[in-house]
């Protein structure tokens, strides 16, 4: 079994900075690519940032330049830096990793969500 614990979700002002952290745990013998998805009220969820294993990087147009996405692989950690936050951003933001497990002795493959972490950004 493999879970996902996010923090650093937060109120915090336009402007304003969050980090986000996603820590995989459990039979874990390699995390692959690991992303942030995130869900605003009345919308369907979208993929915010990803990094590869190699620690190729993409995002979503809305967030360039303002938020990065980073990884630890001895830790099995994936962060979201968030910077100069906008209203819009406000969203229940999701951690998403594709892991590859130890099940009897066997590697598998599967794809695993966090809880979410709440991100409200208000005057």
């Known amino acids: 079994q493999v879970r996902l614990a996010e923090s650093g979700g937060d109120l915090v002002k336009p402007g304003g900075s969050l980090r986000l952290s996603c820590v995989a745990s459990?039979?874990?013998?390699?995390?692959?690519?690991m992303a942030w998805y995130r869900e605003a009220p009345g919308k369907e969820r979208e993929l915010v940032a990803a990094?590869?294993?190699?620690?190729?990087?993409n995002y979503a147009d809305s967030v360039k330049g303002r938020l990065t996405i980073s990884r630890d692989n001895a830790k099995n950690t994936v962060y979201l830096q968030m910077n100069s936050l906008k209203p819009e951003d406000t969203a229940v933001y999701f951690c998403?990793?594709?892991?590859?497990?130890?099940?009897?002795?066997?590697?598998?493959?599967?794809?695993?969500w966090g809880q979410g972490t709440q991100v409200t950004v208000s005057s």
């Open positions: 990094v590869t294993s190699d620690s190729s990087t």
């Open positions: 459990g039979n874990i013998f390699k995390t692959n690519t």
């Open positions: 998403n990793v594709d892991v590859d497990f130890l099940y009897w002795g066997n590697v598998q493959e599967e794809n695993f």
